[in-house]
């Protein structure tokens, strides 16, 4: 852990080094630097090596730790953000799927119809009317050729009806005129029996 922050500050120090740097090209990249650079020029040097000042050594290694420990705040500060940040995300991922889910339900509802309290889709709807226009024909046709048949089936009736009737009244016309000539001949064979000319 520890290790993985200290390359973590040594990161954020070059990346601040390098702001500092292509912000402004007189100034050297951090503080320490500028110690660092500083205590390189005031040592002296002895036989190829450099001699430090112990104090000043002391002072660099402080300055060190204080900036590392203002480069930890800093990188809390920034965790923090991005913590706060990612909350915010997740926040808005699950106000954005909230929202999707009610767009869907409406996109739903808005192409569902509502007919004998349930509810269609559009396509299904429409299927449905055509289906009850369709069985309304397919019914509506029956009816017509059934009362077509019926229609021939009572104008054969009617014709033969008629006809019977023909037959019935010649029967009718040729029994009455038989029993009328039955009667004359029953009256005239009383009149013969009677003696009456």
Known sequence: MSNKFYIVAAFVIASVFQMNAQTDSLKTETPIQDEFSALIQESNNYQGYKVVDYDKLIELRNTTRSYITELKEEIIVHKNTVDQQNDEIQKLKSELDSTQEDFNRVSEEKD???????????GGYKAMMWGIVAALVAILLIIFFRY????????DAQQKLDETEKEF???RTKALEKEQRLGRMLQDERNKASGTP
């Open 112 to 122: 569902a119809l509502m007919f004998l309290g349930m509810p269609f889709s559009k």
């Open 148 to 155: 077509k048949s019926s229609h021939a089936a009572t104008k």
């Open 169 to 171: 009244d010649a029967y």
